[in-house]
């Protein structure tokens, strides 16, 4: 088992930045994969990024390539997801996930889930 607890999310102006936090706990954080997906109202949860556990990263196309960094301290059994120039379409719940293996794109590849955060970015 693993149990992950997000944090970081707020309210912040288009433009700004934040970082949130996915804290692993259970299972050895350092050989498990991390994604970051996130879920807008009335919209399906949509994958944001992926790393893996020798730090390799994967990212949603477009989206967010260039403007969102995620990274991982296996030291702190923690993944982060940095996010710079938010816009008010990223506004939505951002959860952490985890598997064995490599990061996919597809969520129902993901056993172990977060609560989530929520992110609001106003224009």
């Known amino acids: 088992q693993v149990q992950l607890v997000e944090s970081g999310g707020g309210l912040v102006q288009a433009g700004g930045s934040l970082r949130l936090a996915c804290a692993a706990s259970?299972?050895?954080?350092?050989?498990?994969?991390m994604g970051w997906f996130r879920q807008a109202p009335g919209k399906e949860r949509e994958f944001v990024a992926g790393i893996s556990r020798s730090g390799s990263s994967l990212y949603a196309s477009d989206s967010v390539k260039g403007r969102f960094t995620i990274s991982r301290d296996n030291a702190r059994n923690t993944v982060y997801l940095q996010m710079n120039s938010l816009k008010a379409e990223d506004t939505a719940v951002y959860y952490c996930?985890?598997?064995?293996?490599?990061?996919?794109?597809?969520?129902?590849?993901?056993?172990?889930w977060g609560r989530g955060t929520q992110v609001t970015v106003s224009s």
């Open positions: 996930a985890a598997r064995d293996f490599l990061p996919t794109m597809n969520r129902e590849n993901y056993p172990y």
């Open positions: 259970g299972r050895t954080f350092s050989r498990a994969a």
